[in-house]
């Protein structure tokens, strides 16, 4: 026992020294691991009756607002920005807007609010006050979502409106407020008892009003009718980062509906307009970007050239992005073309109508200092043909011409599925399909193949490769010089490249089992560890099946295909369409090779807010949320607190 005493003297008397000698922080005080404390306000929080529009909340501490403009929200929402600053161990809000009769007004502060020594954070703190006696206490909740990908979607405002009609998002601002965080969850608070609708808003203009479609939203016909009941919760108090030190029972007001779940997704950009002057940095090509695709292509009028069979054009998918390739080397040389451009364009109403711009496409380099580099590249060869020359090596009297570079995406080690692509540097004015040559070894002899070689879905510049690849087997493929010359005259130089299609045994094979919904439009992708899609299917009886898969862990991703395009497409609120519905398949799968994996996949058991494993999801968590943090704990135990309560036991 005197032993004992002695051993909690000496580290007292340890203790007192080191906190004597050092009275501040760093090394040997106790953290403030304490979150600022509410002293008091003005008016008072949960205050009726209030007309002022200035709001004073006091705290203990020094205090400090982090991101206020993201974080902090006043529902209803102010049409002019509130003022909200802080003013030592105070925090002043200044509504700006004019206070409306009989309403429940809340400053949701979120997690802004932290001290200003420490960073601890006082937590999600919302002060509330009414211009008329009762103040309404309900809150609405739930999470929105990326309809495309199901990721959560942080700083998207959320609302309500008690007026149900279908026109009222593009007609009214939103009547509460919220504003997701890092997880996507919002939380609506001082709700009337009523019937409401809720929206989302990614509102880019401030006016909390849907009139723009650059903004992201979320919507449904679906009303609620906010409430509440007495609950208890079960909260663990840890002893530490592995020992529970107990669970206690907390009752507390269980507010509903508390899960919402909103799936945003932004609409195609419709409105029409040229996004920038035509773009001119290869001297040989210039190309238009618009906001969105038209049928009806520009018309080009040349001013200081002839613009009648000028260019060959190639144009994206959606037709917004048009590259005119000049066909004749002469304008490749002019630096200046200028022309007059006609082309549609919608109006401040959504119309279209045809604009007509007078403009010069400068070429970003000049045809003088294109010369000068080329006579460079010359000196330089010519230099190098001399030194072989002196050394009595072979070398070249006239420099050849340069090649037609040409990419072959083709793979030596292959997947029997995989579908090899050329792809051209400029468009081609000539392809010699007899100077393409497959052969495959069979045995220790070299045979012809068969294969096909055409344009991609009417792209200008690729061109696909299709061959029937066998398991296990060896290929050469071998491409004659001059087999592609471009519009320019430049030929491609031979090409030789062996390939090797792997062995059955080293694939695995998928099949999942859907069930859970009854639409037979069901596409499946198969996604790698950073959520991109490396294989795509259709669904036919009810199954998905991938094959050839490499051994490795993958992921899985479903949409409701409804107009069969074979592409995910997103909503239009106008004409009352969702975006397509995705789902995910809530965990990992591994693949091995030899081995058939068989899975059943209810697509719909799962809730969307937990289905998209944690592995892929970009968006995470706000790490300010777990700040506050026992620090004092740790510090315990460097100083050996720790060691003396095992002596005591």
């Not at 051209?424 to 100077?435: G, K």
Request: glycine fraction near 4%.
């Amino acid at each position: 026992m005197r032993k004992l005493q002695y051993w909690l003297l000496a580290v007292g008397c340890w203790l007192l020294a080191i906190s004597c000698a050092r009275m501040g922080q760093p090394d040997g005080g106790w953290y403030d691991d304490d979150p600022p404390r509410i002293l008091g306000s003005t008016p008072a929080d949960g205050a009726t009756g209030v007309k002022e529009k200035k709001i004073t909340i006091q705290f203990d501490e020094y205090i400090k607002l982090t991101d206020a403009t993201q974080k902090v929200i006043v529902s209803p929402p102010q049409l002019e920005m509130p003022e909200i600053k802080t003013a030592g161990k105070k925090i002043v809000v200044e509504l700006k807007d004019s206070l409306k009769p009989n309403m429940t007004y809340t400053v949701d502060f979120s997690d802004a609010i932290s001290d200003n020594n420490e960073g601890n954070p006082l937590g999600n703190y919302t002060f509330t006050f009414s211009t008329g006696e009762q103040i309404d206490t309900f809150e609405v909740a739930g999470n929105v979502l990326d309809a495309s990908n199901l990721e959560p979607v942080k700083g998207i405002l959320v609302g309500l409106y008690d007026d149900l009609s279908d026109t009222v998002f593009r007609k009214k601002p939103l009547l509460r407020v919220s504003r997701t965080d890092g997880r996507g969850r919002f939380v609506i608070k001082g709700v009337a008892p009523g019937e409401y609708r809720v929206y989302a808003l990614q509102d880019a203009d401030g006016d909390y009003v849907f009139n723009q479609k650059s903004e992201m939203i979320a919507y449904s016909h679906q009303t609620y009718q906010p409430s509440s009941k007495p609950d208890v919760r079960q909260d663990t108090i840890w002893k530490d980062s592995l020992h529970i030190d107990n669970i206690i029972r907390v009752p507390y007001i269980h507010y509903y509906p508390d899960d919402i779940v909103m799936l945003a997704f932004q609409e195609i950009q419709t409105d029409r307009y040229l996004l920038k002057q035509p773009d001119r940095s290869e001297p040989d090509r210039f190309t238009l970007y618009f906001s969105y695709g038209n049928e009806q292509l520009p018309e080009i009028k040349g001013l200081n050239f002839n613009a009648d069979d000028a260019f060959i054009l190639e144009a994206s998918a959606r037709k917004d992005t048009l590259t005119y390739w000049l066909k004749d080397t002469t304008l490749v040389h002019q630096d200046t073309l200028r022309m007059e451009l006609s082309y549609l364009m919608t109006d401040s109403a959504g119309v279209l109508y045809t604009q007509v711009d007078t403009t010069e496409v400068l070429a970003k380099k000049s045809y003088e200092k294109r010369q000068k580099e080329r006579k460079k590249v010359i000196e330089e060869w010519e230099k190098k043909q001399e030194k072989l020359k002196k050394r009595g090596e072979p070398y070249d009297s006239i420099m050849p011409p340069e090649p037609l570079h040409v990419k072959y995406n083709v793979k030596q080690q292959m997947d029997p599925d995989y579908i090899t692509t050329f792809e051209m540097p400029s468009p081609l004015a000539r392809c010699d399909t007899s100077a393409i040559h497959l052969y495959t070894k069979i045995d220790t002899l070299w045979y012809n193949t068969p294969f096909e070689f055409h344009q991609k879905d009417a792209q200008l510049r690729t061109y696909e490769f299709i061959a029937e690849w066998q398991p296990d087997t060896e290929y050469s493929l071998e491409i004659d010089s001059a087999a592609f010359v471009d519009i320019y005259g430049v030929a491609s130089k031979a090409h030789k490249q062996g390939i090797k299609v792997k062995a059955l045994d080293e694939y695995a094979t998928l099949l999942m089992q859907l069930s859970g919904i009854n639409d037979t439009t069901v596409v499946a992708e198969l996604l790698d560890r950073s959520d991109k899609p490396i294989k795509q299917t259709r669904a036919a009886d009810g199954n998905v099946e991938f094959f050839y898969l490499s051994p490795g862990v993958y992921y899985l991703r479903a949409f409701i295909d409804r107009n069969g395009n074979g592409k995910w497409d997103t909503g239009d609120y106008a004409n009352d369409l969702q975006a397509e519905e995705v789902y995910y398949y809530p965990e990992s799968i591994e693949c091995k090779a030899k081995f058939d994996v068989t899975l059943p996949w209810n697509l719909t058991a799962t809730p969307l807010i937990r289905q998209k494993p944690d592995a892929i999801t970009k968006q995470k968590p706000d790490k300010e949320q777990q700040k506050l943090r026992n620090r004092n704990a740790e510090r315990a135990q460097q100083l050996g607190i720790e060691y003396v309560k095992k002596v005591k036991e």
